[in-house]
């Protein structure tokens, strides 16, 4: 369901964290069958990074919510609330959110995990608002981190090339402002889950070596229509959060669509219509890093001062489940 908001919810603070390890195309080039120019046409990405053997999604979590927490001008202690989005979490229990409210020191606040695949940091975006605008909590951590490449079969040449390592957070608030999230827009569809999905480990198949010789503690995906699904989903969703906040892609400076691949990416600008300058996109830098990459991409925007007061930003996910989201938000 679309939804516009009267009060609304903002982003205080943001930051990132990637490993140091880079894994370039040309690295890739000497792990399995593929070169350069294949993963550069068919998926945009050069590099992406790789974190060490004793580094889990909650590490890269807790070094992005330091960031977050010093440019929202804010201690740990004030934060009352961590969600973790992530598909490859620390453990499957207790949950990330558990783990990065230890690294952090965060004392007791309640803290939890939010699954929705590459979708899931937008989906924590439209929970944190009902939270944060029932009085149930004031300043929300939401953090968006993953390690795919421990997920990925590193030999499979269909999936390595694709996914990187990486932790984003922001800070969200009650707005007192005209800036905040104008609108949100969310779905899902389950029937499709085995489309994209990883078999074993759960109590579905439960891990046996037998599960381990097939492989199915890795990511299973059927790319092609992936890639369908998301190119028509996102577009649905994108268009859907214009509506309900009664905007038009004119009013908007930037398209901020889920970093999957350079060409969802630009058949979803196209789809809207938006043109290609208005359209972000920073996978070559990092490849599909999930639930991050929209929040790294609002955070490198910020940064880089492409953000000015006032400006209208959408933006747009689809992942595993599958599910998908968009949200416009006035910066
Ligand atoms: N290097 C060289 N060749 C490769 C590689 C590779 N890394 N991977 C696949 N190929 C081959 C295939 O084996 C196939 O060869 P064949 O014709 O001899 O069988 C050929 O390239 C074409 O394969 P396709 O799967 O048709 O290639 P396609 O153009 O669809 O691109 C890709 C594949 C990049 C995976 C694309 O389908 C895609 O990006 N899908 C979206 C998937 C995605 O983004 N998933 C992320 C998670 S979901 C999300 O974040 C939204």
Not at 26 to 49: F, P
Not at 58 to 74: H, P, T
Not at 91 to 103: D, E, H, M, R
Request: proline share 3%.
């Amino acid at each position: 369901m679309a939804r516009k908001n009267k009060r609304r919810i903002k982003i205080t603070g943001t930051g990132f964290y990637v490993p140091d390890k880079v894994l370039t195309n040309a690295d890739l080039e000497k792990m399995v069958d593929t070169s350069d120019e294949w993963i550069t046409t068919r998926t945009g990405i050069k590099e992406r990074r790789v974190v060490s053997e004793d580094q889990a999604t909650s590490d890269l979590a807790v070094e992005a919510s330091r960031i977050a927490l010093q440019n929202a001008g804010l201690k740990v202690k004030d934060i009352d609330l961590i969600v973790v989005a992530t598909s490859s979490p620390d453990t499957i229990f207790p949950s990330t959110a558990c783990w990065v409210q230890k690294g952090l020191g965060a004392g007791y606040v309640p803290a939890f995990d939010l699954s929705a695949g590459c979708t899931g940091w937008l989906y924590g975006m439209i929970v944190a608002e009902g939270l944060i605008l029932n009085g149930a909590h004031k300043r929300i951590l939401l953090v968006g981190a993953e390690v795919l490449t421990k997920i990925t079969n590193m030999k499979d040449r269909n999936t390595c090339v694709l996914f990187g390592d990486a932790g984003a957070a922001t800070v969200l608030e009650e707005s007192h402002d005209e800036s905040g999230m104008l609108s949100s827009y969310w779905k899902a569809d389950g029937s499709l889950g085995d489309l994209l999905f990883l078999p074993g480990g759960g109590s579905r198949i439960p891990t046996t070596p037998e599960t381990i010789a097939q492989n199915l503690h890795y990511i299973h995906m059927k790319g092609n229509d992936v890639f369908k699904h998301a190119v028509k989903r996102m577009g649905e969703a994108a268009s859907e959060a214009l509506k309900s906040a009664g905007i038009t892609k004119e009013d908007i400076a930037y398209l901020i669509p889920h970093q999957a691949n350079i060409r969802i990416i630009e058949a979803t600008g196209r789809r809207l219509k938006v043109p290609p300058e208005k359209v972000y996109s920073n996978i070559h830098k990092y490849g599909n890093v999930s639930v991050a990459s929209i929040p790294i991409s609002v955070h490198e925007l910020y940064e880089e001062g492409k953000l000015k007061k006032g400006d209208i930003i959408l933006m747009v996910a689809f992942g595993a489940g599958f599910t998908w989201a968009a949200a416009a938000y006035r910066w």
